[in-house]
């Protein structure tokens, strides 16, 4: 007599499964599963989360650890990691995409200054604050340390990709032309059956993405589940630039201090502006959601039900 699953369910964001079993036993010939009884049970996951010290903010649970904490845990556990700017969170109420994509990450580290301060100041908390610069920074000199760990790099734009090979002669930093990819403009839907095809080819441990906010997230979250194997996607958007060349540099003190926006908007103002204006909605996503998730626009929520 045997007990063997028929399916299994997951919620990844419980820690929960729904799992059917048979209950058979095995003939002599054959080992053939006769099944006797069918029922369903709830049994629970082990949650990694549940290992590592996490913030909840609009619904995300951010990493509250270093720098090199983060590195070590991506590097351990695979999946994608993000780093929402403060100009990403309005689109938590504005596209179901970038929303699951976000919530789903196996990792999200706090990028945004403005966040951190404001929710310091509300909310008389603190969170770890690493930008996706600082990320990147130590990800690298870990990855060059080590050697030995394969990198798959998505880019922008094919300008972006020369830069990179540029830094790396420069740095003394192993790139292969051919593990760079240069991604097409994904729309809100994004898919792409190319990239995975590479990626299974090269079988990289690490994929680095450099796409910019909004589309990187939903990339990481179709790489995850499109994959045959479980890479660190570290997806740090415009971070890569900054060190490459290809955006004008932000001092290592500007980041410390929380101005590296003033630096991109002092670099690329027409560009820079119109994302600043919609980090104004922030204090008040803050203000009213606190660590629940932000509803949709046009959907009644759970605080104004209570009014």
């Known amino acids: 007599m045997s007990l063997a699953p028929l399916a299994l369910n997951t919620d990844a964001t419980k820690g929960e499964a729904n ?10 010939r054959g080992y053939r599963m006769v099944p006797l009884i069918k029922f369903d049970v709830r049994c629970w996951m082990f949650d990694v989360h ?25 590097h351990r556990h695979g999946g ?15 596209d179901e995409m970038y929303r699951r994509a976000v919530l789903a990450a196996d990792l999200a580290i706090a990028d945004s200054g403005l966040m951190v301060g404001l929710w310091r100041l509300l ?20 990855l060059k340390g080590a050697g030995n760990r394969e990198v798959f790099w998505v880019l922008p734009t094919e300008p972006a990709r020369q830069n990179l090979l540029d830094w790396s002669r420069r740095e003394a930093f192993s790139i292969n032309k051919e593990n760079c990819y240069v991604a097409p403009r994904y729309g809100s839907d994004v898919s792409d ?85 919609r980090a104004l909605e922030l204090p ?17 929520s759970e605080v104004d039900n209570q009014n």
């Open 19 to 28: 799992c059917r079993f048979e209950l058979g036993f095995h003939q002599s």
């Open 123 to 142: 909310r008389r908390q603190n969170v770890q604050r690493i930008s996706g610069f600082k990320y990147l920074r130590h990800l690298l000199r870990n």
């Open 193 to 277: 059956a190319n990239l995975v095809a590479l990626i299974e080819q090269h079988r990289a441990a690490d994929v680095i993405i450099a796409i910019g906010s909004g589309a990187q997230e939903k990339l990481g979250f179709y790489l995850r589940e499109n994959l045959s194997y479980r890479p660190a996607i570290h997806c740090t958007g415009a971070a890569l630039g900054f060190i490459t060349g290809d955006q004008k540099a932000i001092p290592d003190w500007a980041d410390r201090f929380y101005l590296g926006w003033f630096f991109r908007l002092l670099a690329q103002p027409r560009t820079f502006i119109p994302r600043l204006s």
């Open 80 to 94: 994608y990691l993000v780093a929402p700017s403060g100009t990403c969170f309005t689109r938590l109420r504005e």
């Open 284 to 300: 008040w996503l803050i203000w009213k959601y606190g660590e629940k998730l932000p509803v949709a626009r046009g959907q009644p």
């Open 50 to 74: 549940s290992m590592i010290p996490t913030c909840q903010i609009l619904g995300i649970r951010f990493f509250n650890g270093d720098v090199d904490e983060a590195v070590t845990f991506m």
